[in-house]
């Protein structure tokens, strides 16, 4: 009796140019930054996937010239706010741009979740920059 083939999906070429630093910094907006998370979160669950997404995301910055952009307090904020919406009200597998409908507010710097969590003067620390910080309170 012959074994099965394994079903894989392709890889995700987006995924694979920010991973090896080739993708188009002008393409990197906070949507494509939120949805390479979520790719990671889905299929690597968490804490695997988040800490692959921050090493392959401080290589990226690295790559491109642009450490200076990097945050590690948002950079885990979304992170945690993702996950749970994965875990707590997206049904298994659910596609980032189908979450997204469900929470547009995640797009939103300046009114959304983390500006409502964080003040503005916390999140422009060096501090915060540096180390993952919870919110003042």
């Excluded at 959304?112 to 919110?135: H, T």
């Amino acid at each position: 009796m012959s074994a099965l083939p394994t079903l894989t999906s392709p890889p995700d070429p987006t995924m694979l140019a920010f991973e090896s630093g080739s993708l188009d910094p002008a393409r990197f907006n906070h949507r494509l930054h939120l949805s390479l998370a979520w790719s990671y979160l889905q299929r690597d669950g968490f804490p695997e996937g988040a800490l692959h997404f921050r090493r392959h995301l401080q290589n990226y910055v690295a790559k491109a010239g642009a450490q200076s952009k990097y945050h590690e307090t948002i950079t885990w904020a979304y992170l945690v706010l993702l996950n749970e919406e994965r875990c707590l009200r997206s049904p298994a597998g659910e596609s980032f741009d189908a979450m997204i409908q469900r929470r547009p507010d995640l797009l939103d710097h300046r009114n959304g979740p983390i500006a409502r969590c964080y003040s503005k003067s916390q999140l422009d620390s060096p501090e915060a920059r540096r180390v993952f910080m919870l919110p003042a309170t």
